[in-house]
């Protein structure tokens, strides 16, 4: 599904954060949302899943979002897992609260395909207090990807992670977004990051935005951060952003 967001202003508190903002994401696309803390990345999140009031016009296709009539899968950086819950049930959670009943067998098939290939299904009667950190992640995104979603949104989804395991994260997230392509929004400060995963790039600044493509979009996703061009590109863009962000 594409999505658009034309004029969108979200204030928190008495403090406005985004204002007048617009862009869109082609359907399957990844848009990588880039910005230092602050500048309201985690806001848009919010204000497109109705979390925070808003103003501004938000389509799914032509459809205004309603996430109480599209499916939108949020990986937040605490993994949001239900402590109480193993991690089988927390990736299926989703499921029957959506649909207030139990998961019929392909939907348990979904639910187990989705584990094994992130490599969880061993750790299905876990309970998260028992898992590292990037198992943690690996059921968070497991679950989103589970809901077979119609927008996919990631808030800071690796940062927590260290280098080693955060790589392995990659590999696992580009598998499953390439069986599962899904219209994504990257939320990161990350600027490797950005460009390892988007097709473009938002770059927020005092609660507005601008679209520009990722240079190294044409690349591959699989081998983005192995080819020649990656870290002068990241380079480039460091340079691009140091000097507004530090404003």
């Known amino acids: 599904m594409k999505l658009t967001v034309a004029g969108l202003t979200a204030v928190r508190g008495d403090q406005p954060v985004l204002a007048d903002l617009s862009f869109a994401v082609p ?15 985690t806001t848009l999140i919010d204000a497109l899943t109705r979390q925070l009031p808003s103003t501004g016009d938000c389509r799914l296709d032509d459809a205004p979002i ?11 950086q605490d993994y949001g897992l239900l ?3 193993t991690v089988a049930q927390n990736v299926a959670l989703p499921l029957k609260v959506s649909q207030h009943h139990r998961l019929d067998a392909a939907q348990h098939q979904a639910v187990a395909q989705v584990m094994a290939a992130l490599g969880i299904a061993e750790l299905a009667k876990r309970y998260p207090n028992r898992l590292s950190g990037g198992q943690q992640q690996r059921v968070a995104l497991a679950r989103a990807f589970a809901q077979a979603p119609d927008l996919l949104m990631l808030d800071e989804a690796f940062s927590a992670l260290d280098p080693v395991v ?7 997230f ?3 977004w390439q069986a599962r392509p899904v219209t994504t929004l990257l939320i990161t400060h990350d600027l490797e990051e950005a460009l390892a995963l988007g097709d473009a790039l938002l770059i927020l600044h005092h609660g507005q935005g601008q679209v520009q493509a ?3 979009a ?10 020649a061009r990656y870290y002068p590109a990241v380079a480039a863009l460091r340079q691009e952003v140091e000097a507004s962000w530090q404003e």
């Open 27 to 41: 359907d399957r696309g990844i848009l990588a949302v880039l910005g230092p803390s602050g500048t309201g990345k």
């Open 174 to 176: 580009i598998s499953q």
């Open 66 to 76: 309603d996430p109480r009539h599209q499916h939108l899968a949020v990986v937040p």
């Open 218 to 227: 044409k690349v591959p996703l699989t081998t983005r951060r192995e080819d």
């Open 214 to 216: 990722n240079p190294l």
């Open 166 to 172: 955060k790589a392995r994260a990659y590999q696992l």
């Open 83 to 85: 402590p109480w819950r």
